[in-house]
């Protein structure tokens, strides 16, 4: 069965912190990981990685992913009161046109 | 550009009574997905359409959820009768058929069953 795990559950950091989210996959015929920001409730995009050892940048937040290992992390620098969310990773199998699988999110609190 | 519409926003029902939930997609997504998002856990698909077609329900109760996507725009998903494990978050996301992995999620409707 398909699965998608994230690390840690929580997280609970101070401004300025840097923080790393972790997130491994096992899905038949792997295409793509996707990571989203969840914000009270609709999930938003943030990155989307197919290669491997391929960083993804935007602003304070980057992205890679190793397929050999089956993981990727998320990165944040400098953290602020405003990154307070739920990210959430996702797999996509390329079996099924859109289909995403998501991992359980990880919960982050930045503190000021 | 206007995001994906959902409503209602927030729904209380007993168990064994029925609802019913409305998406709108974003103008020109053919792609429309509902998920289920149950506190604490991660959105699962519960049924994709493309168009008017179901791509895939795999995930779908049958014997209770149904879904419906008539014209081809807007959907309807209808639990039928509710239990209490399913209350949880419904939330509809649409994308580009050429862009499958660009899902955008509308606001999501949370529904409490008693």
Known sequence: EDKVVQSPLSLVVHEGDTVTLNCSYEVTNFRSLLWYKQEKKAPTFLFMLTSSGIEKKSGRLSSILDKKELFSILNITATQTGDSAVYLCAAKSSSNTGKLIFGQGTTLQVKP | ?114
């Open chain 2, 1 to 114: 550009e206007a995001g994906v519409a959902q409503s209602p926003r927030y729904k209380i029902i007993e168990k064994r009574q029925s609802v019913a939930f409305w998406c709108n997609p974003i103008s020109g997504h053919a792609t429309l997905y509902w998920y289920q998002q149950i506190l604490g856990q991660g959105p699962k698909l519960l049924i994709q359409f493309q168009n008017n077609g179901v791509v895939d329900d795999s995930q779908l109760p049958k014997d209770r959820f149904s879904a419906e996507r008539l014209k081809g725009v807007d959907s309807t998903l209808k639990i039928q009768p509710a239990k209490l494990e399913d209350s949880a978050v419904y939330l509809c996301a649409s994308s580009l058929v050429s862009l499958p992995y660009e899902q955008y999620f509308g606001p999501g409707t949370r529904l409490t069953v008693t």
